[in-house]
Each structure stands twice: as C-alpha cells, then as structure tokens.
C-alpha cells in the first residue's frame, strides 16, 4: 500500500472513530437523568392514613431501585417520584387524576389510587392520555372495561373471595369440629366491598353449602352501629363475613358487638379488605377484641419480606408492612421493569412493555406471575389471610408465605 493510500485509510479510520464517537456521546445525552413516575393515593381526608403508607412503599422502592443503578436501559436514569394526593371523595380523586396528566405531562407511569371507587374514576382520565397505571384496587370492575393501560396487581374482589371461602369453611371445620352452615354479610357500599359481597350473594355461598341469613349494606361513615348489630345478634349466624373500609366503621361495629356479646369469636369474623388490620386499630380498639379476626387481602408482608418489614419498621415506625406498603413497593419494581423492557421513557412503549410483560413469579404480590392478561389482571394472583394474634395482624395463608399458623376463635 502506498503512503497516500495508507494515510487516506488513517483518515477515513479516524473520521469513522470520531462519527461514532459523536452519535454514542449524542445517544448517551440524549438519555434522560430521571425519569418521573406517578403515585396518587389519598394523602388528605378520611384515608390518608394508608395513602401515607403507600408513599412509604413507593419511597423505599424508589430508593433501592436508584441505588441499585436506577434504570440500565437508559444509561442509568433515576427514578422520580411524583405523589399526587386523590384526597377522600371519587370527585376529588378524579380532579386529582386531570391535574396529574395536565401537569405532570412527562410521567410514564402510576400507581393508584387505594379505594376501588377512587381507581375507577382516576383510570378514567388517565386511560384518554395513555398513561399506564398499575393498581391494587380490588374491584372487577377496573379490568372489565377494556381499557388498555390499567394492570391490576391484585386478585379481583371476586377472585379474592373465591379463593377465600373455601379456606375459611375449612379452617372452621378443622377448628370447631363443625361445618358452618348459616351466614351474615354485613358491609359498606364501596365499590370493591361491593364486589366481594356480590360474588358470594351470586352462587359462591351456595357452592359451599353456606345460607346467607342477614344481608346488610351500610353508607361510611355511620353515625350508629346498634340496628346493623341487633339484626346479627338475633340471627346468630356461624360467620359473619365483615366488609367496612373505614376504620372508624370497623371500630363501632367491633364495639357494638362487643357491647352486646358477640365479640372476641363469639362470632367468627371474618372480613374482606384492609380497614379492619390497619395498625390505627389499636389506637381505638383493644388487642383482646381484635384477638382471632380474619381479613381476606390482596397482599401483606409475609414470608421473604422480612428485610423489607424491619426497613419500613425502623424508617417509618410502622408495626407491620401492609398491603399498602408491599403492593405499591412491588408496583414501582414493575415498572422499573417495564422502563428496562422499553428502552425509552415513553408511557406508551411502557404500556407495551407492561402488556407483554413475562418476568416470572411474583416477588411482592402473592402467589401467580409478573404477566397481565388480555383484561390487564395479573396471571395467577392469589391472595393472603390475616389474623389478628396478640395485637399483631400476620399472615397465615397461603402456606408457603404464611408467618404464623391460624387457630379459630373460641366461642
């Protein structure tokens, strides 16, 4: 080769070096140094109390994620949290949901939104701006609409209780010696209680044998529990299936019964939901009337989360990890998961990267995949039973996540 010819391959080597040097340097600034991710939960109001929690959840996420390298796929971006607060009312929650897509136009995705009620409002607005949201709200409802950018974390309402009864009616029999036979379902309107109570009024009592003899739907907050109680007393039902979401609810309703000698597994209870294991129980309601409660719940910190219970313990001061904590903590690893399946901060190539998510066994959800079906439901989700023990709610099914072994209240 020629000296001409050698120093024109030198140039056109360098030249060819300095171009992708170039078009790597422009690529790598043209990565985000953050990318912003939604949480919207009541912060304010009645339920602000659990929307506390589950910043918390996304907090501790956000922070292990950001520590661990953030996201690769986009040269190590952090994650951003955005809380919005939905405050305690569908009307203000939804209005909170048009200020998150109207302000916050860079998000890429969301966690939301606590209540049923609350997530079937805000998904509405978040559905017209393509904004995935991921939710542990409990109603059917949520994923029976066709809407392509909700995925529901959590087994359905009707799933739950599905699950649920047949483990109950067992745990009776093997307890007490004696199948139930006879039912009470006392429970507030809202929209995932609703669904709960709908499943087992529509076929599922039926299928196990169970007759429901009181039916009872209430407005939150109640001023009075003394008539939804007298109609329980004078039935004498083997369960009462117990559906508040408001504390304060549960507390009177506890009470009521208590005052006229029901509580403490004169009857056993046996809710659906979180209210009635909320840690602000034992601010009003003492452990020994809370001793043996049931609570059929979407997820609670269980077996493989201890490290995560004992943060939340001493960061937060919480006594226990909730659904609130370890769903929400679950949520901002998915979509951290989606972001790296993505490749770009783009809420629609994150819905896309969400509905064909196949990421294996579910690590914070119990039981079932990291994977949506056509609806958005995630594949297989099972659910948890709570029992209060020694004024500490703990799971104690399924099995393999259970902490402690359930035991039947002694009439």
């Known amino acids: 080769m020629t000296i001409k010819n050698r120093t024109t391959v030198t140039r056109r080597t360098l030249l060819a070096g300095a171009s992708s040097t170039l078009i790597a340097s422009r690529a790598f600034a043209q990565q985000p140094s953050e990318v912003k991710v939604g949480l919207l939960v009541p912060i304010s109001g009645l339920?602000?109390?659990?929307?506390?929690?589950?910043?918390?959840?996304?907090?501790?996420?956000?922070?292990?994620?950001?520590?661990?390298?953030?996201?690769?796929?986009?040269g190590g971006a952090k994650m951003k949290l955005i809380v919005l607060d939905s405050g305690d009312t569908t009307e203000k929650a939804k209005n909170a949901a048009q200020r998150m897509v109207a302000q916050e136009s860079d998000l890429v995705a969301a966690?939301?939104?606590?209540?049923?009620?609350?997530?079937?409002?805000?998904?509405?607005?978040?559905?017209?701006?393509?904004?995935?949201?991921?939710?542990?709200?409990?109603s059917d409802l949520i994923t029976d609409r066709g809407f392509k950018y909700v995925f529901q974390t959590s087994a359905t309402a009707g799933s739950q209780a599905r699950q649920a009864l047949p483990q109950i009616v067992k745990l009776a029999e093997t307890a007490s010696g004696k199948r139930p036979k006879t039912v009470a379902i006392l429970t507030d309107n809202t929209a995932a209680s609703i669904a709960s109570a709908k499943s087992m009024r529509e076929g599922l009592l039926a299928?196990?044998?169970l007759q429901l003899i009181v039916d009872e739907t209430f407005t939150p907050p109640l001023a009075d529990a003394t008539s939804l109680v007298q109609k329980i007393r004078s039935a004498k039902p083997d369960l009462l299936f117990f559906l508040p979401t408001v504390i304060s609810d549960a507390k009177l309703l506890l009470e009521k019964m208590n005052e006229f000698g029901l509580g403490q597994g004169k009857i056993p209870t046996i809710s659906f939901g979180i209210a009635i294991a909320e840690p602000d129980m034992l601010q009003t309601v003492s452990p020994e009337l809370l001793q043996g409660v049931l609570t059929c719940v979407a997820s609670w910190g269980a077996k493989g989360h201890e490290a995560l219970i004992a943060e939340l313990k001493s960061r937060y001061k919480e006594p226990w990890m909730t659904q609130n904590a370890i769903?929400?903590?679950?949520?901002?690893?998915?979509?951290?998961?989606?972001?790296?399946?993505a490749g770009k901060a783009d809420r629609v190539a994150v819905g896309e990267a969400l509905r064909s998510m196949?990421?294996?066994?579910?690590?914070?959800?119990?039981?079932?995949?990291?994977?949506?079906?056509?609806?958005?439901?995630?594949?297989?989700a099972g659910m948890t039973i709570v029992q209060w023990q020694s004024g500490v709610p703990v799971t104690v099914f399924p099995p393999e996540l259970a902490l402690a072994q359930p035991f039947w209240p002694k009439s």
Do not use: C
Request: charge should be negative; charged fraction near 25%.
């Open 207 to 209: 299928e196990n044998q």
């Open 111 to 138: 966690s939301a939104a606590y209540l049923s009620s609350f997530t079937l409002a805000v998904t509405e607005v978040t559905e017209r701006a393509n904004l995935p949201v991921l939710t542990l709200s409990y």
């Open 358 to 380: 196949d990421a294996g066994p579910s690590k914070y959800y119990p039981l079932g995949e990291i994977k949506f079906d056509e609806k958005g439901r995630r594949v297989g």
């Open 327 to 341: 769903s929400t903590y679950g949520d901002m690893w998915v979509i951290k998961d989606a972001l790296e399946k």
């Open 47 to 74: 339920y602000a109390r659990p929307g506390t929690v589950m910043r918390e959840g996304a907090e501790m996420a956000i922070d292990h994620i950001n520590a661990q390298g953030g996201i690769k796929a986009l």
